[in-house]
């Protein structure tokens, strides 16, 4: 696999996929350019190396071996993930007490790990490449691996971060794809038209002009839902999201504590007050960096006091704990608490998929350098459920913050019978940069995946409400403290993704496995049955 057999075109053609598949995400999000993002890289996998004659126009590129596209496709990783992940740097730095070298590694290291997804895809690719330069197997077969690669990378890495199909989260009507057949549908209508867009450049030039209007007229077929606006999602409740803006970098001395827990506390009265001809229920705290532990005796009583005083639910996020006061040496969660409008404390969610260096340290004596921001948010145990909140009757589906980006996760609560999702986060670790409309996007896919409300509550993120079509509906300014009345229903029925989960991603992962054996296997026994 020498690399000086690499055309320069090639590399052109891969950095100009990774620019591409940067920019349909936020901030940047120019989800049109999705339809094109990923053609540059399946032309350059096609067209790597010297050597034929293409008709009368001079060398003929030949297409790369299974090592070059392994290469090709992980260097389109790397950069891919470098310009939509760059916030991983501040992060580590400015949480985790690392020095701005070291967090640049870790950035680095992350970026290498996870575009082996991307190189994957390349080699598997290569292989379906034909003799005689027959490029259809291969063409056909990319939105089954690209779908089937997705699948690995959040069932294995545990990282789904910023599937393709979430790049088309604003388009409502082709999106509803997703409630049959979850985000990874929308995926592959995306994969599907880029390669007829590829297809266009690797045909001869009189055929060129066909393919590339039939694949501009899919793209803008496909894009044309974005101008279809759907009906107002009807809503009959009203929930109160407290949005607490406190910094991630706080001081807990036990005079800010009490302040801060006395000003939650009015402002949460204050808003309930302010609406005297609505029923806020239930009224919901985020994840915070603040220490509130759910055995401490202040915050259960300000808590209790709150719910009694509102006749409301309160779902709270906290940090579960069963030792005294807060302190010992006993397990603790990331938790979101349900309090009863009496003041009782009913029953918590313990979060289940904790966040690899910022909620615990994976192989601690390996990355003992990275310990600095495990230690500001704590070592936490993973929960062992993921029951939905029964408040009074209406079950709340609550997950905290990064599960949410796990499609078939969140699913499962509304498989348990959740009517509303309520997602508690605290993006306040990501500063300004992208990963706070990142995270929203992928949350707001979860609502249209399974046809439900849901409520994002956050320190400081988008505070907002989503209906079962996507739409951010209502929500406030980032950085300030307040609170929002947040329309939503209840609902019922699931979709058949809700029932189903990941079936359409594993059907495509089967037909990629059978189409490899198929293309590896099939031609040998030929040739042994064939006679002489």
Known sequence: MPLRQIHPSAWLLVAASAALQVLIFPLPGLYLLSWLALAPLIIALLRTRAGELQFESGARLRPASPGQAFLLSYVCGIVWYAGTCYWIYDTMRQYGGLSGAMALLVLFLFCCYLALYHGVFGLLFSLFVGRDRDFRRALVSAPFLWVAVELARTRITGFPWDLLGTAQVDNAALCRIAAWTGVYGVSFEIVLVNVALAAAFLVPREKRSALMIAGLAAAAVLQAGRLIEPPPAPADHVALLVQQNIPVAADWTPAYYADTLRDLTQLSRQSVAAHPDMKL????????????????????????????????????????????????????????????????????????????????????????????????????????????????????????????????????????????????????????????????????????????????????????????????????????????????????????????????????????????????????????????
């Not at 220490?291 to 779902?315: E, G, H, I, M």
């Not at 406030?476 to 699931?494: D, M, N, S, T």
């Not at 189409?515 to 002489?532: G, I």
């Open 281 to 532: 229920d239930p009224i919901v705290w985020p994840e915070s960096p603040a220490p509130f532990y759910t055995n401490d005796v202040q915050l259960r009583r300000d808590l209790s006091a709150l719910a009694k005083a509102t006749n409301a639910w309160v779902v709270a996020g906290s940090i579960g704990a069963s030792i005294p006061n807060g302190r010992g040496d006993g397990p603790i969660y990331n938790s979101a608490s349900l309090v009863s409008p009496s003041g009782e404390w009913r029953e918590r969610y313990d979060k289940v998929h904790l966040v690899p260096f910022g909620e615990y340290l994976p192989f601690p004596s390996l990355f003992s350098f990275a310990g600095g921001l495990t230690k500001e948010v704590g070592q936490f145990e993973r929960g062992a459920s993921r029951e939905p909140l029964n408040a009074g009757g209406t079950k709340l589906g609550t997950f905290i913050c990064y599960e949410s980006i796990f499609p078939d996760e969140v699913r499962r609560f509304a498989n348990d019978g959740a009517q509303v999702f309520v997602n508690i986060s605290n993006d306040g670790w990501y500063g300004d940069s992208g990963a706070y409309a990142q995270h929203l996007n992928q949350t707001r896919m979860r609502a249209i995946e399974n046809n439900r409300w849901l409520l994002s509550a956050t320190d400081t993120g988008v505070t907002g409400s989503i209906d079962p079509w996507g739409r951010v509906v209502a929500r406030v300014p980032r950085k300030e403290r307040i609170a929002l009345a947040a329309p939503y229903a209840a609902i019922a029925v699931p979709t058949f993704y809700t029932r189903h989960g990941d079936w359409f991603a594993f059907v495509c992962a089967i037909i990629s496995v059978g189409a490899l054996l198929a293309r590896f296997v099939t031609p040998k026994s030929k040739k042994v049955n064939a006679p002489s």
